[in-house]
Protein backbone atom coordinates (compact mmCIF):
# COMPACT_ATOMS: atom_id res chain seq x y z
CA UNK A 1 0.00 0.00 0.00
CA UNK A 2 1.17 3.43 -0.77
CA UNK A 3 1.48 5.82 2.20
CA UNK A 4 0.88 8.61 0.40
CA UNK A 5 -2.94 7.22 -0.22
CA UNK A 6 -3.09 6.75 3.70
CA UNK A 7 -5.95 9.14 5.20
CA UNK A 8 -8.08 8.44 8.43
CA UNK A 9 -9.17 5.17 9.06
CA UNK A 10 -11.76 4.34 11.38
CA UNK A 11 -12.36 0.96 13.71
CA UNK A 12 -15.83 0.95 14.27
CA UNK A 13 -18.70 1.05 12.26
CA UNK A 14 -21.22 2.13 14.73
CA UNK A 15 -23.18 5.37 15.61
CA UNK A 16 -19.71 7.07 16.45
CA UNK A 17 -17.56 5.57 13.47
CA UNK A 18 -20.34 6.50 10.91
CA UNK A 19 -21.22 10.09 12.22
CA UNK A 20 -17.62 10.70 12.13
CA UNK A 21 -16.89 9.51 8.99
CA UNK A 22 -20.21 11.80 7.15
CA UNK A 23 -18.42 14.72 9.31
CA UNK A 24 -14.91 14.91 7.90
CA UNK A 25 -16.77 14.72 4.37
CA UNK A 26 -19.36 17.66 5.76
CA UNK A 27 -15.77 19.82 7.45
CA UNK A 28 -14.00 19.16 3.78
CA UNK A 29 -11.91 16.25 4.55
CA UNK A 30 -10.51 15.42 1.09
CA UNK A 31 -8.07 12.56 2.01
CA UNK A 32 -9.46 8.68 1.75
CA UNK A 33 -11.67 7.24 4.80
CA UNK A 34 -11.87 4.01 4.89
CA UNK A 35 -14.60 3.07 7.95
CA UNK A 36 -14.18 -0.54 8.73
CA UNK A 37 -16.69 -2.35 11.14
CA UNK A 38 -17.16 -6.07 12.71
CA UNK A 39 -20.92 -6.36 12.07
CA UNK A 40 -22.46 -7.27 8.54
CA UNK A 41 -24.14 -4.23 8.01
CA UNK A 42 -23.54 -0.42 7.56
CA UNK A 43 -23.59 2.11 10.61
CA UNK A 44 -27.09 2.33 11.87
CA UNK A 45 -28.80 3.69 14.99
CA UNK A 46 -28.95 1.34 18.23
CA UNK A 47 -31.40 3.60 20.07
CA UNK A 48 -34.71 2.10 18.31
CA UNK A 49 -33.59 -1.26 18.54
CA UNK A 50 -35.42 -1.59 22.10
CA UNK A 51 -38.00 0.90 21.33
CA UNK A 52 -40.18 1.82 17.76
CA UNK A 53 -37.95 -0.79 15.71
CA UNK A 54 -38.48 -3.66 18.56
CA UNK A 55 -42.66 -2.86 18.50
CA UNK A 56 -42.38 -2.85 14.51
CA UNK A 57 -43.43 0.65 14.26
CA UNK A 58 -39.69 1.97 12.00
CA UNK A 59 -38.22 -0.58 9.51
CA UNK A 60 -35.04 -1.83 9.01
CA UNK A 61 -33.95 1.23 6.42
CA UNK A 62 -35.13 3.88 8.38
CA UNK A 63 -32.88 2.25 11.47
CA UNK A 64 -29.51 3.28 8.79
CA UNK A 65 -27.42 5.93 9.66
CA UNK A 66 -27.50 6.75 6.19
CA UNK A 67 -28.38 5.53 2.57
CA UNK A 68 -26.30 2.37 1.22
CA UNK A 69 -25.77 4.94 -1.72
CA UNK A 70 -24.21 7.48 0.65
CA UNK A 71 -20.91 5.64 1.77
CA UNK A 72 -19.81 5.72 -2.39
CA UNK A 73 -20.90 9.27 -3.37
CA UNK A 74 -19.21 10.20 0.01
CA UNK A 75 -16.01 8.79 -1.30
CA UNK A 76 -15.99 6.46 1.84
CA UNK A 77 -14.53 3.21 1.97
CA UNK A 78 -16.84 1.44 4.34
CA UNK A 79 -15.66 -2.64 4.80
CA UNK A 80 -18.44 -4.53 7.24
CA UNK A 81 -17.96 -8.00 8.48
CA UNK A 82 -14.36 -6.85 8.59
CA UNK A 83 -12.12 -7.53 11.95
CA UNK A 84 -8.88 -5.86 12.90
CA UNK A 85 -6.94 -7.72 15.23
CA UNK A 86 -3.95 -5.32 15.88
CA UNK A 87 -2.56 -2.26 15.82
CA UNK A 88 1.00 -0.91 15.17
CA UNK A 89 1.42 2.98 16.40
CA UNK A 90 4.82 3.30 15.48
CA UNK A 91 4.36 2.25 11.35
CA UNK A 92 0.80 4.09 11.50
CA UNK A 93 -0.95 0.85 10.20
CA UNK A 94 -3.25 -1.87 11.08
CA UNK A 95 -3.87 -5.53 10.44
CA UNK A 96 -6.85 -7.23 9.52
CA UNK A 97 -8.08 -10.76 10.31
CA UNK A 98 -7.25 -11.60 6.70
CA UNK A 99 -3.90 -10.15 7.21
CA UNK A 100 -4.47 -7.43 4.99
CA UNK A 101 -2.13 -4.76 6.40
CA UNK A 102 -3.42 -1.10 5.94
CA UNK A 103 -2.00 2.64 6.50
CA UNK A 104 -3.51 4.98 8.34
CA UNK A 105 -2.68 8.74 8.68
CA UNK A 106 -5.03 9.36 11.40
CA UNK A 107 -6.50 6.49 13.10
CA UNK A 108 -10.29 6.68 14.80
CA UNK A 109 -11.29 3.94 17.09
CA UNK A 110 -14.91 3.72 17.70
CA UNK A 111 -15.02 0.11 18.82
CA UNK A 112 -17.70 0.68 21.26
CA UNK A 113 -18.85 -1.95 24.07
CA UNK A 114 -20.37 -4.87 24.19
CA UNK A 115 -22.70 -6.48 26.85
CA UNK A 116 -21.18 -7.86 30.18
CA UNK A 117 -22.11 -11.46 30.24
CA UNK A 118 -23.64 -13.39 32.83
CA UNK A 119 -21.13 -16.41 33.59
CA UNK A 120 -23.37 -18.99 35.34
CA UNK A 121 -24.42 -22.52 33.90
CA UNK A 122 -26.99 -21.97 31.40
CA UNK A 123 -25.35 -18.83 30.14
CA UNK A 124 -25.26 -20.62 26.48
CA UNK A 125 -28.45 -21.68 26.04
CA UNK A 126 -30.47 -20.69 23.38
CA UNK A 127 -32.73 -18.16 23.99
CA UNK A 128 -30.35 -16.43 26.15
CA UNK A 129 -30.35 -12.97 24.85
CA UNK A 130 -28.39 -9.70 25.41
CA UNK A 131 -29.80 -6.65 23.30
CA UNK A 132 -26.95 -4.48 21.59
CA UNK A 133 -26.96 -5.01 18.01
CA UNK A 134 -29.42 -5.29 15.61
CA UNK A 135 -28.92 -9.22 14.66
CA UNK A 136 -29.03 -9.22 18.67
CA UNK A 137 -32.49 -7.42 18.17
CA UNK A 138 -33.66 -10.12 15.47
CA UNK A 139 -33.37 -13.00 17.83
CA UNK A 140 -35.18 -10.72 20.84
CA UNK A 141 -38.05 -9.51 18.36
CA UNK A 142 -38.73 -13.28 16.98
CA UNK A 143 -38.94 -14.80 21.03
CA UNK A 144 -41.19 -12.30 21.54
CA UNK A 145 -45.31 -12.66 21.04
CA UNK A 146 -48.56 -13.54 22.71
CA UNK A 147 -48.01 -16.61 24.44
CA UNK A 148 -44.74 -15.74 25.65
CA UNK A 149 -42.46 -14.55 28.38
CA UNK A 150 -39.37 -12.86 28.93
CA UNK A 151 -37.25 -12.68 31.60
CA UNK A 152 -35.78 -9.91 31.90
CA UNK A 153 -31.95 -9.96 34.00
CA UNK A 154 -31.11 -6.37 35.34
CA UNK A 155 -33.44 -3.31 35.88
CA UNK A 156 -32.08 -1.00 34.18
CA UNK A 157 -33.16 0.85 30.88
CA UNK A 158 -32.49 -2.29 28.15
CA UNK A 159 -33.90 -4.22 30.17
CA UNK A 160 -36.98 -1.34 30.90
CA UNK A 161 -37.43 -0.70 27.42
CA UNK A 162 -37.19 -4.54 25.76
CA UNK A 163 -40.40 -5.01 28.60
CA UNK A 164 -42.19 -2.22 27.28
CA UNK A 165 -41.99 -3.34 24.06
CA UNK A 166 -42.65 -7.26 24.75
CA UNK A 167 -45.73 -6.18 26.60
CA UNK A 168 -46.88 -3.98 23.13
CA UNK A 169 -46.14 -6.77 21.18
CA UNK A 170 -48.32 -9.27 23.73
CA UNK A 171 -45.60 -11.24 25.33
CA UNK A 172 -45.23 -11.28 29.34
CA UNK A 173 -42.18 -9.87 30.92
CA UNK A 174 -41.08 -10.35 34.19
CA UNK A 175 -37.25 -8.39 35.13
CA UNK A 176 -35.31 -9.94 37.65
CA UNK A 177 -33.00 -7.29 39.90
CA UNK A 178 -30.35 -7.81 42.07
CA UNK A 179 -30.84 -4.80 43.95
CA UNK A 180 -33.54 -3.30 45.62
CA UNK A 181 -35.43 -0.90 43.34
CA UNK A 182 -34.56 -0.52 39.52
CA UNK A 183 -32.29 1.89 38.14
CA UNK A 184 -30.39 1.60 41.07
CA UNK A 185 -27.19 2.80 39.46
CA UNK A 186 -28.62 5.37 37.12
CA UNK A 187 -31.46 6.78 38.64
CA UNK A 188 -33.10 8.71 41.56
CA UNK A 189 -35.69 6.50 44.10
CA UNK A 190 -38.27 8.26 43.69
CA UNK A 191 -37.98 7.43 39.51
CA UNK A 192 -37.06 3.72 40.65
CA UNK A 193 -40.72 3.85 42.31
CA UNK A 194 -42.34 5.53 39.51
CA UNK A 195 -41.12 3.27 36.51
CA UNK A 196 -41.68 0.52 38.93
CA UNK A 197 -45.21 1.19 39.04
CA UNK A 198 -45.66 2.27 35.64
CA UNK A 199 -45.08 -1.05 34.29
CA UNK A 200 -46.43 -3.54 37.21
CA UNK A 201 -49.78 -1.28 35.67
CA UNK A 202 -48.89 -2.90 32.44
CA UNK A 203 -47.99 -6.19 33.48
CA UNK A 204 -44.43 -6.08 33.85
CA UNK A 205 -43.72 -8.19 37.09
CA UNK A 206 -40.79 -7.56 39.40
CA UNK A 207 -38.54 -9.72 41.56
CA UNK A 208 -36.24 -7.51 43.43
CA UNK A 209 -33.21 -7.69 45.69
CA UNK A 210 -32.62 -11.38 43.75
CA UNK A 211 -29.78 -12.85 41.89
CA UNK A 212 -29.73 -15.07 39.28
CA UNK A 213 -28.10 -19.03 39.73
CA UNK A 214 -28.24 -20.39 35.93
CA UNK A 215 -30.46 -20.61 33.25
CA UNK A 216 -32.44 -23.58 32.83
CA UNK A 217 -33.37 -25.45 29.54
CA UNK A 218 -35.02 -28.11 27.08
CA UNK A 219 -33.38 -29.28 24.61
CA UNK A 220 -30.64 -27.03 24.84
CA UNK A 221 -33.82 -24.00 24.86
CA UNK A 222 -33.67 -22.10 27.98
CA UNK A 223 -37.22 -22.33 29.84
CA UNK A 224 -36.25 -20.90 32.98
CA UNK A 225 -34.22 -18.89 35.51
CA UNK A 226 -33.17 -20.28 38.59
CA UNK A 227 -32.64 -17.56 41.08
CA UNK A 228 -30.25 -18.02 44.48
CA UNK A 229 -33.33 -18.37 46.57
CA UNK A 230 -34.08 -21.64 44.59
CA UNK A 231 -37.04 -19.62 42.85
CA UNK A 232 -37.42 -20.62 39.17
CA UNK A 233 -38.79 -17.86 37.00
CA UNK A 234 -40.41 -19.79 33.76
CA UNK A 235 -39.72 -17.90 30.42
CA UNK A 236 -39.87 -18.55 26.47
CA UNK A 237 -36.30 -15.97 26.47
CA UNK A 238 -34.25 -14.16 28.68
CA UNK A 239 -32.75 -10.98 27.93
CA UNK A 240 -29.39 -10.38 30.01
CA UNK A 241 -29.12 -6.21 30.83
CA UNK A 242 -26.05 -5.84 33.02
CA UNK A 243 -24.17 -3.25 31.23
CA UNK A 244 -21.31 -2.83 29.57
CA UNK A 245 -17.77 -3.12 28.99
CA UNK A 246 -15.52 -1.12 26.69
CA UNK A 247 -14.15 -2.78 23.53
CA UNK A 248 -10.56 -1.33 24.45
CA UNK A 249 -8.52 -4.79 23.72
CA UNK A 250 -7.09 -3.37 20.17
CA UNK A 251 -5.66 -0.19 21.85
CA UNK A 252 -4.63 -1.52 25.24
CA UNK A 253 -2.24 -4.40 22.97
CA UNK A 254 -1.48 -0.93 21.22
CA UNK A 255 0.23 0.38 24.43
CA UNK A 256 -2.36 3.54 24.52
CA UNK A 257 -3.11 4.33 28.01
CA UNK A 258 -6.32 3.01 29.40
CA UNK A 259 -8.63 3.37 32.37
CA UNK A 260 -11.99 2.01 32.26
CA UNK A 261 -11.78 3.05 28.69
CA UNK A 262 -9.42 4.68 26.02
CA UNK A 263 -8.27 7.93 27.63
CA UNK A 264 -8.79 10.86 25.39
CA UNK A 265 -8.82 14.44 26.08
CA UNK A 266 -11.46 17.10 24.92
CA UNK A 267 -10.39 16.29 21.21
CA UNK A 268 -11.20 12.98 21.30
CA UNK A 269 -7.27 12.29 21.23
CA UNK A 270 -5.78 9.78 22.85
CA UNK A 271 -2.35 9.05 24.06
CA UNK A 272 -0.97 8.95 20.40
CA UNK A 273 -1.18 11.87 18.62
CA UNK A 274 -2.36 10.50 15.66
CA UNK A 275 -5.02 8.10 17.36
CA UNK A 276 -8.42 9.45 18.49
CA UNK A 277 -11.05 7.49 20.35
CA UNK A 278 -14.86 8.34 20.26
CA UNK A 279 -18.09 6.96 21.65
CA UNK A 280 -18.75 4.23 24.61
CA UNK A 281 -15.08 2.97 24.50
CA UNK A 282 -13.76 6.05 25.66
CA UNK A 283 -12.73 7.31 29.05
CA UNK A 284 -13.01 10.85 29.14
CA UNK A 285 -12.19 13.76 31.50
CA UNK A 286 -15.55 15.77 32.28
CA UNK A 287 -14.72 19.19 33.11
CA UNK A 288 -17.97 20.57 34.23
CA UNK A 289 -17.59 17.59 37.08
CA UNK A 290 -13.75 17.68 37.55
CA UNK A 291 -13.51 14.11 36.68
CA UNK A 292 -13.17 11.25 34.42
CA UNK A 293 -15.81 9.21 33.55
CA UNK A 294 -17.05 6.61 30.53
CA UNK A 295 -20.61 7.44 29.07
CA UNK A 296 -22.21 5.82 26.97
CA UNK A 297 -25.09 7.55 24.94
CA UNK A 298 -25.69 8.52 21.55
CA UNK A 299 -25.11 12.16 22.49
CA UNK A 300 -21.43 11.13 23.68
CA UNK A 301 -20.76 9.53 20.83
CA UNK A 302 -21.98 12.03 18.51
CA UNK A 303 -20.26 15.01 20.47
CA UNK A 304 -16.77 13.19 20.27
CA UNK A 305 -17.49 12.36 16.42
CA UNK A 306 -17.43 16.18 16.55
CA UNK A 307 -14.59 16.78 18.67
CA UNK A 308 -12.63 14.30 16.53
CA UNK A 309 -13.79 15.62 12.90
CA UNK A 310 -12.97 19.49 14.01
CA UNK A 311 -9.76 18.13 15.31
CA UNK A 312 -8.87 16.76 12.39
CA UNK A 313 -10.00 19.46 9.66
CA UNK A 314 -8.62 21.93 11.87
CA UNK A 315 -11.52 23.22 12.73
CA UNK A 316 -12.24 24.75 15.91
CA UNK A 317 -13.54 22.77 18.84
CA UNK A 318 -17.02 22.53 19.35
CA UNK A 319 -18.87 24.09 22.28
CA UNK A 320 -18.44 21.55 25.47
CA UNK A 321 -22.08 19.72 26.03
CA UNK A 322 -23.94 18.88 29.17
CA UNK A 323 -24.31 14.84 28.71
CA UNK A 324 -27.80 13.58 28.25
CA UNK A 325 -29.54 10.61 27.28
CA UNK A 326 -33.32 9.80 26.84
CA UNK A 327 -35.39 6.37 27.00
CA UNK A 328 -38.92 5.80 25.70
CA UNK A 329 -41.01 3.90 27.69
CA UNK A 330 -44.99 2.91 26.69
CA UNK A 331 -45.72 6.94 26.25
CA UNK A 332 -43.66 8.37 28.58
CA UNK A 333 -40.36 10.34 27.32
CA UNK A 334 -37.57 9.99 30.03
CA UNK A 335 -35.09 12.93 29.54
CA UNK A 336 -32.03 13.22 31.80
CA UNK A 337 -28.82 15.44 31.80
CA UNK A 338 -25.65 15.92 33.66
CA UNK A 339 -24.28 13.66 35.99
CA UNK A 340 -25.42 13.23 39.96
CA UNK A 341 -21.97 13.41 41.17
CA UNK A 342 -21.25 15.38 44.44
CA UNK A 343 -25.12 16.40 45.03
CA UNK A 344 -26.30 17.30 48.27
CA UNK A 345 -29.96 17.49 47.49
CA UNK A 346 -32.50 17.05 45.11
CA UNK A 347 -35.73 18.92 44.46
CA UNK A 348 -38.89 17.62 43.08
CA UNK A 349 -40.66 19.13 40.75
CA UNK A 350 -44.40 18.72 39.83
CA UNK A 351 -46.30 15.19 41.33
CA UNK A 352 -45.36 11.87 40.12
CA UNK A 353 -49.06 10.96 39.97
CA UNK A 354 -49.43 13.12 37.45
CA UNK A 355 -46.75 11.16 35.05
CA UNK A 356 -45.06 14.68 34.30
CA UNK A 357 -42.35 15.62 36.85
CA UNK A 358 -38.62 16.01 37.11
CA UNK A 359 -36.46 15.62 39.65
CA UNK A 360 -33.08 18.21 40.07
CA UNK A 361 -30.14 16.83 41.74
CA UNK A 362 -28.02 19.66 43.43
CA UNK A 363 -24.91 20.17 44.70
CA UNK A 364 -24.81 23.46 46.82
CA UNK A 365 -27.24 25.77 44.90
CA UNK A 366 -26.29 24.45 41.59
CA UNK A 367 -28.21 21.66 39.33
CA UNK A 368 -25.54 18.57 38.67
CA UNK A 369 -28.32 16.69 37.07
CA UNK A 370 -31.91 16.22 35.82
CA UNK A 371 -34.18 13.77 35.51
CA UNK A 372 -37.39 14.44 33.51
CA UNK A 373 -40.67 12.16 33.00
CA UNK A 374 -43.20 13.75 30.23
CA UNK A 375 -41.19 17.36 31.24
CA UNK A 376 -39.49 18.16 28.08
CA UNK A 377 -39.21 21.85 29.38
CA UNK A 378 -37.63 21.31 33.11
CA UNK A 379 -35.18 18.80 30.88
CA UNK A 380 -34.03 21.41 28.46
CA UNK A 381 -33.63 24.08 31.10
CA UNK A 382 -32.50 21.91 33.40
CA UNK A 383 -29.23 21.29 30.78
CA UNK A 384 -28.88 25.00 30.05
CA UNK A 385 -28.58 25.72 33.90
CA UNK A 386 -26.58 23.10 34.43
CA UNK A 387 -23.83 23.71 31.17
CA UNK A 388 -24.20 27.96 33.18
CA UNK A 389 -23.34 26.49 36.47
CA UNK A 390 -26.40 28.85 37.50
CA UNK A 391 -27.49 29.32 41.21
CA UNK A 392 -30.71 28.28 41.66
CA UNK A 393 -33.66 28.81 44.19
CA UNK A 394 -34.82 25.54 45.41
CA UNK A 395 -38.28 27.16 45.72
CA UNK A 396 -38.53 28.54 42.84
CA UNK A 397 -37.35 25.25 41.16
CA UNK A 398 -39.96 23.19 42.99
CA UNK A 399 -43.14 26.08 42.04
CA UNK A 400 -44.95 24.51 39.22
CA UNK A 401 -46.47 27.98 39.08
CA UNK A 402 -42.81 29.78 38.21
CA UNK A 403 -42.92 28.20 34.09
CA UNK A 404 -39.15 27.02 33.93
CA UNK A 405 -38.58 29.93 31.50
CA UNK A 406 -38.41 32.23 34.18
CA UNK A 407 -36.50 30.21 36.40
CA UNK A 408 -34.05 29.26 33.89
CA UNK A 409 -33.77 33.12 33.07
CA UNK B 1 -42.03 12.56 -3.08
CA UNK B 2 -41.47 16.28 -2.27
CA UNK B 3 -38.95 19.19 -3.66
CA UNK B 4 -37.38 20.41 -0.62
CA UNK B 5 -34.66 23.42 -0.27
CA UNK B 6 -32.57 23.16 2.65
CA UNK B 7 -30.29 26.67 3.12
CA UNK B 8 -27.78 27.04 5.16
CA UNK B 9 -27.18 29.58 7.79
CA UNK B 10 -24.40 30.79 5.55
CA UNK B 11 -26.66 30.91 2.31
CA UNK B 12 -25.67 27.58 0.86
CA UNK B 13 -29.04 25.90 -0.81
CA UNK B 14 -29.56 21.82 -1.24
CA UNK B 15 -32.19 21.12 -3.55
CA UNK B 16 -33.48 17.67 -2.60
CA UNK B 17 -35.94 15.02 -3.64
CA UNK B 18 -37.52 13.29 0.07
CA UNK B 19 -39.78 10.85 -0.18
CA UNK B 20 -42.81 11.22 1.15
CA UNK B 21 -43.30 9.38 5.03
CA UNK B 22 -39.60 10.86 6.01
CA UNK B 23 -39.25 13.76 7.99
CA UNK B 24 -37.67 17.02 6.97
CA UNK B 25 -34.71 16.32 9.12
CA UNK B 26 -34.24 12.84 7.53
CA UNK B 27 -34.42 14.05 4.41
CA UNK B 28 -31.17 16.07 5.79
CA UNK B 29 -29.74 13.91 7.47
CA UNK B 30 -29.43 11.25 4.45
CA UNK B 31 -28.44 13.89 1.85
CA UNK B 32 -25.56 14.47 4.92
CA UNK B 33 -26.69 18.36 4.56
CA UNK B 34 -24.71 20.27 7.29
CA UNK B 35 -26.98 22.12 9.69
CA UNK B 36 -29.08 19.69 10.68
CA UNK B 37 -27.71 17.14 13.60
CA UNK B 38 -30.80 15.54 14.88
CA UNK B 39 -29.09 13.72 17.95
CA UNK B 40 -31.63 11.52 19.18
CA UNK B 41 -32.41 10.27 15.60
CA UNK B 42 -36.10 12.26 15.61
CA UNK B 43 -37.54 11.24 18.78
CA UNK B 44 -38.13 14.86 19.84
CA UNK B 45 -36.02 14.34 22.87
CA UNK B 46 -32.84 16.96 21.63
CA UNK B 47 -33.98 20.01 19.91
CA UNK B 48 -30.99 19.69 17.81
CA UNK B 49 -33.09 19.51 14.22
CA UNK B 50 -34.09 22.87 14.48
CA UNK B 51 -35.41 24.74 11.17
CA UNK B 52 -37.24 27.81 10.11
CA UNK B 53 -39.73 27.38 7.83
CA UNK B 54 -40.24 29.61 4.75
CA UNK B 55 -43.97 31.20 6.47
CA UNK B 56 -45.10 30.62 2.88
CA UNK B 57 -45.50 27.31 4.30
CA UNK B 58 -46.47 27.80 7.71
CA UNK B 59 -49.94 26.28 7.29
CA UNK B 60 -49.13 23.45 5.20
CA UNK B 61 -46.46 22.27 7.94
CA UNK B 62 -49.11 22.18 10.77
CA UNK B 63 -48.51 23.11 14.18
CA UNK B 64 -46.35 21.99 17.02
CA UNK B 65 -47.27 19.98 19.53
CA UNK B 66 -47.16 20.62 23.38
CA UNK B 67 -44.01 18.19 23.50
CA UNK B 68 -42.34 20.33 21.01
CA UNK B 69 -43.59 23.47 21.71
CA UNK B 70 -41.00 22.99 25.21
CA UNK B 71 -38.16 22.00 23.23
CA UNK B 72 -38.32 24.72 20.94
CA UNK B 73 -39.03 26.95 23.79
CA UNK B 74 -35.29 26.61 25.34
CA UNK B 75 -33.55 26.06 21.18
CA UNK B 76 -31.22 28.98 20.63
CA UNK B 77 -32.77 32.02 18.45
CA UNK B 78 -35.94 30.87 18.31
CA UNK B 79 -38.37 32.61 16.15
CA UNK B 80 -42.78 32.35 15.22
CA UNK B 81 -41.67 29.98 12.57
CA UNK B 82 -39.17 27.64 14.37
CA UNK B 83 -39.64 23.87 13.50
CA UNK B 84 -38.20 20.94 15.10
CA UNK B 85 -37.38 19.38 11.63
CA UNK B 86 -37.93 16.11 12.87
CA UNK B 87 -41.62 16.50 13.82
CA UNK B 88 -42.56 17.74 9.93
CA UNK B 89 -43.53 15.04 7.84
CA UNK B 90 -43.09 14.81 4.36
CA UNK B 91 -46.05 14.35 1.97
CA UNK B 92 -46.45 15.31 -1.35
CA UNK B 93 -48.18 18.18 -0.32
CA UNK B 94 -45.17 19.73 0.84
CA UNK B 95 -43.05 20.25 -2.62
CA UNK B 96 -41.57 22.99 -2.89
CA UNK B 97 -41.27 23.38 1.25
CA UNK B 98 -38.20 26.05 2.13
CA UNK B 99 -36.95 26.01 5.35
CA UNK B 100 -33.44 27.65 6.89
CA UNK B 101 -31.47 26.25 9.15
CA UNK B 102 -30.10 28.28 12.46
CA UNK B 103 -26.28 29.11 12.92
CA UNK B 104 -25.73 26.37 15.14
CA UNK B 105 -27.73 23.72 16.85
CA UNK B 106 -26.29 23.49 20.34
Same mark, same amino acid.
Given at each position: ????????????????????????????????????GEEPIAPYQRPPLSKAWLKGETDAETLMLKPATFYAEAGVELRTGVQVVSLSPPDKTLTLASGETLAYETLILATGARPRALTIPGAALSGVLVLRSAADAEALKASLGPGKRLAVIGGGYIGLEA?????????????????????????????????????????? #?? &? =????? *?????????? !? @?? +??????????????????????????????????????????????????????????????????????????????????????????????????????????????????????? #?? &? =????? *?????????? !? @?? +???????????????????????????????????????????? | ??????????????????????????????????????????????????????????????????????????????????????????????????????????
Open positions: MNKNDAGVIIVGAGHAGGTAAALLRQFGYERPIILISASARALGAEAVVIEREPRILARVANETLSTFFTNYHRARGV #DF &V =LSASV *AAFEGEAGKV !A @GV +RLASGELIACDAALVGIGAIPNMELAQAAGLDCADGIIVDEAAQTSDPAIYAIGDVTWRHLAHYGRPFRLESVANALEQARQAACAITGRPPPAAEVTWNWSDQYDLKYQFAGLPFDVD #DV &V =LRGDP *ASGKFAIFHL !A @GD +RIQAVEAVNAPAEFMAGRQLIARRAAVSRSRLADTAISMKEVAA | MAKITYIEHNGAEHVLDVKAGLSVMEGAVKSNIPGIDADCGGACACATCHVYVDPAWADKTGTPTAMEESMLDFAENVEPNSRLSCQIKVTDELDGLIVRMPESQH
